[in-house]
């Protein structure tokens, strides 16, 4: 056995995996693409191949690492292993034995947490929330995630703490993808920006959203599409982010006024390419509805990086 261990960041189109030693230096990683078909187990099968390069490239065993942890979506049972209700992975709305099927297969032990909370505690070891007691992260990207910690401590409460985007920002609101009304995620998560882009498209809004991502050659509006049509000044998009800007000043300002936090990390595939740029204008609208406004948490994009999600996994091996 070594100090090496390994992470794993499950993601909706990509898996990404590390080996890393006990201060959370990588040795080691490897990403493999996310299967769109099949089920659990064919996603369990690439996570397995893809850790396995990882720890040959820390010139490692996977037997002899210290374990392998993993942030999964869905909803993850830290005690059980068991991923259930996954519905970006293919054939994943039921319930998976995810920790006991990698741990037979790359022969160590595996433990698993939620995807975000992993990654905000990732940044609170070892990036943009280093040596504070409390913090909250919010993780922008195809849904508006959260994960929180209190006092040195994660904040899980019975399992589902920290789900910021279904925050109720305006009651009877836009359509979240959850199925309610006027959560956070529905105005400010990728996948209800696109809808509503979409929308606005068929009521004859001109945009060049939909021809970069052509151009790109991808089937969605990934983070680097709407970064691509920002740049080329294209309006919609700009209103678009600069909506989801102002939604999520809402939401985070109302969980700052319940929590005082000293700090919120911005992080997520959106957070992290728009964090800097619109941080100003976050500000700003937090301003308008935090009840303590003479101080104002610390606001920082998160600073692992890509590889934050599965620095942040292997962290669940102690
Ligand atoms: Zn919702």
Not at 58 to 77: C, F, I, N, Y
Not at 98 to 121: F, H, M, P, S, Y
Request: charged share 25%; glycine share 18%; with cysteine.
């Amino acid at each position: 056995m070594s100090d090496l261990r390994g992470g794993i960041d499950l993601g909706g189109t990509k898996i990404q995996t590390v080996v890393v030693d006990g201060e959370g230096d990588v040795h080691g990683e490897a990403r493999a693409p996310t299967p769109t078909e099949g089920g659990p187990a064919d996603v369990a099968a690439a996570m397995e191949d893809a850790l396995r390069e990882a720890a040959a490239a820390a010139g490692v065993k996977t037997e002899d690492l210290g374990g392998v942890g993993v942030g999964s979506p869905g909803d993850a049972d830290g005690k059980t292993g068991v991923v259930s209700g996954a519905r970006n992975l293919p054939g994943w709305e039921g319930s998976f034995p995810l920790g006991e099927t990698l741990a037979k297969a790359l022969g160590c032990e595996v433990r698993i947490g939620n995807d975000v909370q992993v990654a905000v505690e990732g940044e609170y070891a070892l990036g943009a929330g280093r040596g504070l007691d409390s913090l909250l992260g919010v993780w922008w990207g195809t849904g508006v995630g959260g994960g929180i910690v209190l006092d040195g401590k994660p904040w899980l409460g019975r399992g589902a703490a920290a789900e910021i985007g279904h925050m109720v920002v305006k009651r009877n609101g836009a359509r979240c993808p959850c199925g309610r009304r006027g959560c956070m995620e529905a105005y400010a998560g990728r996948a209800a920006m696109e809808a509503k882009a979409r929308r606005d498209l068929a009521e004859g809004v001109e945009t060049d959203l939909f021809h970069v991502m052509k151009k790109r050659g991808k089937d969605r509006l990934t983070s680097s599409v709407w970064e691509h049509a920002l740049r080329d000044g294209d309006a919609l998009t700009e209103s678009l982010l600069r909506r989801a800007i102002r939604y999520l000043g809402t939401g985070i300002a109302s969980a700052v006024n319940l929590l005082d936090v000293e700090a919120v990390v911005i992080g997520g595939g959106l957070g992290v390419r728009f964090g800097d740029r619109f941080m100003d204008d976050l500000g700003k609208e937090m301003h308008k509805h935090l009840f303590v406004d003479d101080d104002p948490p610390k606001m920082q994009v998160a600073e692992l990086g890509d590889l934050g999600g599965a620095i942040g996994a292997a962290l669940l091996v102690r």
